[in-house]
């Protein structure tokens, strides 16, 4: 009997969107799509079984043969029972908070608070094998975790990234944002049952030869971009208007947020705001200034490297804001993973960036090649084809700022001549 002509069943959820959902009144999401690339690459023959919740999909892998679902990651419980295949796709897990809450750059913020996360589900038990000691309330699905934040019941929700990213702008969570990575990377595979065993090579196979466009076909189906729109008379005074709400409403901001910052003086939050950036959580400008004054007030000799995203507006204007942030935030968590103790990273506004090194011209402009490289060798999640323009340079006695005009110019020198990086 051919190997792949025998049946599978794909057991399956329809509440865990954008990987799983009903749609028109069809089984489809971004894992649906996947495993259906996938059987056609190897040859599966297949039916689909929907169930209302995950764990009946787990007792279907522990009990039934030729049964495999679309969706999860490895856990150690799981592996006793079923096999699993290479993750065709990587994402972080992700906080949702409300809009009035700043970045979140240490998972330790969390402490005290009520986190909701999904019961049963993976990014549970990430969560709880790596933080036991959180304030966890479980839910269903993501969805009642996520109107647990809306309705101020909890502090947080944690999942992985396409599903907060996917809930928060086609749903009623307007009032929600993502605030923050948790340093745990989702790794989204096939689970098969023990009776699938001879299939797992073929299957690890066809998703090493899924191609970068079949990805962000699949990926750019369920998140989509923002579309560019054009506006009548009307609806242009209409939206001068809402713009104008939009100023008042930021100036009641930034006075609101003035006075917290009396509030919470005494704090160390204050002593953060004063030196990181609200939304990344790395140094903000005036930090990087201090670090590059006191180098070279103590006369050594230190090197700067500035990057900045090319066509950031351009993003911010396809994407989304949303979307453009969690760039931003994917950007900089591949940057801090690679630096060094004696390494700083800042964002001096928008999509540029600084990092201090404390090294010689020649191990500086290698140091920062490798960042390059990473960059452009990483797969972002949504921004695909985001790219980054470098300079670097060496200072001695040199204030900062000197130092950051100079690289500003020797970074738009670059982008006119369209090269990415010099030294």
Same mark, same amino acid.
């Given at each position: 009997?051919?190997?792949?002509?025998? /049946?599978?069943?794909?057991?399956?959820?329809?509440?865990?969107?954008?990987?799983?959902?009903?749609?028109?009144?069809?089984?489809?999401?971004?894992?649906?799509?996947?495993?259906?690339?996938?059987?056609?690459?190897?040859?599966?023959?297949?039916?689909?079984?929907?169930?209302?919740?995950?764990? !009946?999909?787990?007792?279907?892998?522990?009990?039934?043969?030729?049964?495999?679902?679309?969706?999860?990651?490895?856990?150690?419980?799981?592996?006793?029972?079923?096999?699993?295949?290479?993750?065709?796709? &990587?994402?972080?897990?992700?906080?949702?908070?409300?809009? @009035?809450?700043?970045?979140?750059? @240490?998972? #330790?913020?969390?402490?005290?608070?009520?986190?909701?996360?999904?019961?049963?589900?993976?990014?549970?038990?990430?969560?709880?094998?790596?933080?036991?000691? +959180? @304030?966890?309330?479980?839910?269903?699905?993501?969805?009642?975790?996520?109107?647990?934040?809306?309705?101020?019941?909890?502090?947080?929700?944690?999942?992985?990234?396409?599903?907060?990213?996917?809930?928060?702008?086609?749903? $009623?969570?307007?009032?929600?944002?993502?605030?923050?990575?948790?340093?745990?990377?989702?790794?989204?595979?096939?689970?098969?049952?023990?009776?699938?065993?001879? +299939?797992?090579?073929?299957?690890?196979?066809?998703?090493?030869?899924?191609?970068?466009?079949?990805?962000?076909?699949?990926?750019?189906?369920?998140?989509?971009?923002?579309?560019?729109?054009?506006?009548?008379?009307?609806?242009?005074?209409?939206?001068?208007?809402?713009?104008?709400?939009?100023?008042?409403?930021?100036?009641?901001?930034?006075?609101?947020?003035?006075?917290?910052?009396?509030?919470?003086?005494?704090?160390? &939050?204050? $002593?953060?705001?004063?030196?990181?950036?609200?939304?990344?959580?790395?140094?903000?400008? #005036?930090?990087?200034?201090?670090?590059?004054?006191?180098?070279?007030?103590?006369?050594?000799?230190?090197?700067?490297?500035?990057?900045?995203?090319?066509?950031?507006?351009?993003?911010?204007?396809?994407?989304?804001? #949303?979307?453009? /942030?969690?760039?931003? +935030?994917?950007?900089?968590?591949?940057?801090?993973? #690679?630096?060094?103790? @004696? $390494?700083?990273?800042?964002?001096?506004?928008?999509?540029?960036? &600084?990092?201090?090194?404390?090294?010689?011209?020649?191990?500086?402009?290698?140091?920062?090649?490798?960042?390059?490289?990473?960059?452009?060798?990483?797969?972002?999640?949504?921004?695909? /084809?985001?790219?980054?323009?470098?300079?670097?340079?060496?200072?001695?006695?040199?204030?900062?700022?000197?130092?950051?005009? !100079? +690289?500003?110019? !020797? &970074?738009?020198?670059?982008?006119?001549?369209?090269?990415?990086?010099?030294?």
């Amino acid at each position: 009997m051919n190997l792949y002509a025998k /049946d599978v069943t794909v057991v399956t959820t329809y509440k865990w969107e954008p990987f799983n959902m009903i749609i028109n009144g069809k089984i489809e999401g971004i894992g649906i799509d996947f495993w259906k690339l996938v059987a056609k690459k190897v040859g599966i023959d297949y039916k689909i079984k929907i169930v209302k919740r995950w764990p !009946e999909v787990l007792d279907h892998i522990k009990t039934c043969p030729s049964v495999l679902t679309v969706g999860t990651d490895m856990t150690p419980e799981r592996s006793k029972y079923a096999y699993f295949s290479k993750p065709y796709v &990587i994402y972080p897990l992700v906080i949702a908070t409300k809009n @009035d809450v700043g970045f979140i750059f @240490d998972i #330790q913020y969390l402490k005290n608070k009520k986190i909701a996360l999904g019961r049963h589900y993976t990014a549970a038990k990430m969560m709880k094998e790596k933080y036991p000691g +959180l @304030d966890y309330v479980y839910t269903e699905n993501i969805d009642e975790a996520l109107k647990l934040v809306r309705e101020s019941k909890v502090f947080a929700a944690v999942d992985i990234l396409p599903v907060i990213a996917y809930k928060i702008n086609k749903y $009623e969570f307007k009032n929600l944002k993502i605030s923050g990575e948790v340093p745990l990377m989702f790794k989204v595979r096939f689970m098969l049952s023990k009776h699938l065993k001879d +299939l797992l090579p073929e299957i690890n196979k066809a998703i090493d030869s899924i191609t970068y466009f079949e990805k962000e076909k699949i990926y750019h189906k369920y998140i989509k971009p923002a579309k560019k729109v054009s506006f009548t008379a009307r609806e242009m005074i209409l939206y001068f208007l809402l713009f104008v709400s939009f100023l008042i409403i930021i100036a009641l901001w930034f006075y609101t947020l003035h006075n917290e910052m009396k509030i919470i003086k005494k704090n160390k &939050i204050k $002593e953060c705001s004063n030196s990181y950036d609200r939304l990344t959580g790395v140094f903000n400008k #005036q930090k990087a200034k201090e670090l590059i004054d006191e180098c070279s007030n103590a006369k050594e000799k230190c090197a700067v490297c500035m990057f900045d995203i090319k066509n950031f507006r351009e993003i911010n204007r396809f994407y989304g804001h #949303q979307f453009g /942030d969690i760039a931003l +935030l994917e950007l900089v968590s591949l940057i801090k993973s #690679q630096l060094k103790k @004696d $390494e700083y990273l800042a964002r001096i506004g928008g999509g540029s960036f &600084i990092i201090i090194l404390n090294e010689t011209e020649i191990e500086a402009c290698k140091r920062a090649n490798e960042i390059y490289q990473s960059i452009e060798n990483f797969e972002f999640s949504i921004v695909k /084809d985001l790219k980054c323009t470098f300079a670097v340079k060496t200072f001695y006695d040199k204030n900062s700022e000197k130092i950051l005009n !100079e +690289l500003k110019k !020797e &970074i738009i020198k670059n982008k006119r001549k369209n090269r990415l990086f010099s030294c």
